[in-house]
């Protein structure tokens, strides 16, 4: 009874809203108001072989998966889901979605076991700047469901692009030479590796991040994003 109505106090001064339309949350709700929750444009790709985000690597790619948990629109849920884990610092958000992924790739059956984990990487000034990886919390909620290790300081970029997020595609395409290197060559010898990151665009960036990985022997890649962009 005293909790609660600390809880009820506390609320007063801290609503609690949801991360998409900021409505206040009923008791019930975590995160998202049910409307939100239910408009979530998930896209199933996990379900399907040669889905739209395996079809984007074909020919540019030798990847042996790709999936996303949502479909990207402006405006849209996962917009907005997305935005408040990359600027706002809700990072519970990436356990949020990355237990959602991790349900849709287990229940299809048609991903290879994975040996690890890599997210996209921040370029450290960007890092500074902003305190976090959004990527954190979801590429260790991913790996702690999968029992396998989280490993984001192998991959580094070494260039500090732009912001990209006003660019149109094609801009951002062009825009997109950035440049990654590996700490450690070894690293990844001979293990199935999965490349994840928030948004798939052009797919400029985790077809670089790619390339680099590539270097190594024996290597097995595939990609998951939170969202991707038709």
């Not at 996990?46 to 020919?59: D, I, R, T």
């Not at 519970?92 to 790739?105: A, C, P, Q, R």
């Not at 665009?201 to 190594?216: F, K, P, S, V």
Request: glycine content about 4%.
């Amino acid at each position: 009874m005293l909790f609660q109505i600390f809880k009820d106090i506390l609320h007063l001064f801290y609503p609690n809203t949801c991360c998409c339309c900021e409505q206040h949350l009923r008791y019930h709700e975590t995160l998202l108001c049910v409307l939100c929750r239910h408009d979530l444009p998930y896209s199933y790709f996990s379900k399907h072989k040669n889905n739209a985000m395996e079809q984007a690597f074909y020919g540019r790619l030798p990847i042996a998966s790709a999936t996303s948990l949502f479909l990207f629109q402006q405006q849209g849920t996962a917009q907005k889901l997305i935005h408040a884990l990359k600027y706002k610092n809700r990072t519970e958000i990436g356990d949020f979605v990355g237990e959602l992924l991790y349900s849709e790739m287990t229940k299809s059956k048609r991903f290879e076991p994975f040996d690890c984990i890599i997210p996209v990487p921040l370029h450290q000034k960007k890092l500074k700047k902003r305190g976090y990886n959004q990527l954190t919390t979801f590429g260790n909620c991913l790996a702690k469901n999968f029992n396998i290790p989280y490993s984001p300081d192998v991959l580094i970029k070494t260039n500090a692009s732009k912001s990209q997020t006003k660019k149109i595609r094609w801009d951002r395409f062009k825009n997109a030479a950035t440049k990654f290197m590996l700490t450690d060559h070894r690293a990844f010898e001979n293990k199935h590796v999965l490349l994840i990151d928030d948004v798939m665009t052009t797919g400029a960036t985790l077809e670089a991040c790619c390339q680099t990985l590539l270097q190594t022997k024996q290597i097995k890649l595939s990609i998951a994003t939170i969202a991707y962009t038709d």
